[in-house]
């Protein structure tokens, strides 16, 4: 069973449109994150979520939204997308928020055009 | 602010030789550290972590890295290394007071046959 789960893995759509990417994780995590990957591979934190509560919140436009329904899920909502929001982006999950490792997600392939 | 730094883009070593990627990292106080690996188009593995203790810490897959506080140094080592080791590794810092990971750049590593 996939520990950290996200759909879709490949999304391609046209600038202005709105999705989503689900995530899911069945590791029994309270602590859920959104990670952002550009082109040049560097990996920046978007979001973090403890037990549904939203702890992080980076420098990231007010067109991303994320949603946690439970602490299984942290979904990521993104309005009127735009050509630089091409990336990959990634979930994972974590036991707690110090001293842990993350779980990541296979990644979610983002290419606006 | 805290910071990762991964000085090479691309290590090259041949099966059988050993393999070091250099990672050393600006925090204020005791960070815990981590090493990471991504296959491609795959999401980021745990390999090892330095919390405390012992400044060689032995990780997954014949990994270990040396904690070197002096020089703030938290290199990766592997004495032999595999063509199945080609992969892009991220070191990462979690510096206290603090509850998400900050990446380094990535380094690839290349093991030719």
């Known amino acids: 069973d996939t520990a950290v789960s996200q759909t879709p893995k490949y999304l391609v759509t046209q600038m202005g449109n709105d999705k989503s990417i689900k995530c899911e994780q069945n590791?029994?995590?309270?602590?859920m994150y959104w990670y952002k990957q550009d082109s040049k591979k560097f990996l920046k934190i978007m979001f973090s979520y403890n037990n549904k509560e939203l702890i992080i919140n980076e420098t990231v436009p007010n067109r991303f939204s994320p949603k946690s329904p439970d602490k299984a899920h942290l979904n990521l909502h993104i309005n009127s997308l735009e050509l630089g929001d091409s990336a990959v982006y990634f979930c994972?999950?974590?036991?707690?928020?110090?001293?842990?490792?993350?779980?990541f997600g296979q990644g979610t392939r983002l290419t606006v055009v | 602010a805290q910071s990762v730094a991964q000085p090479e883009d691309q290590v090259n070593v041949a099966e059988g030789n050993p393999l070091t990627v250099k990672c050393t990292y600006s925090v204020s106080g005791n960070p815990y550290l981590f090493w990471y690996v991504q296959y491609p188009n795959r999401g980021l593995q745990f390999l090892l972590k330095y919390i405390t203790g012992d400044n060689l810490v032995k990780g997954s897959y014949g990994f270990e890295a040396e904690f070197n506080k002096s020089q703030t140094s938290f290199h990766l080592k592997k004495p032999s290394a595999l063509v199945s080791d080609s992969a892009l590794y991220f070191c990462?810092?979690?510096?206290?007071?603090?509850?998400?990971?900050?990446f380094g750049k990535g380094t690839m590593l290349l093991v030719s046959p």
């Open positions: 990462a810092v979690l510096p206290l007071g603090y509850s998400t990971l900050t």
């Open positions: 590791l029994g995590h309270d602590t």
């Open positions: 994972a999950s974590s036991q707690g928020q110090l001293n842990t490792e993350a779980f």
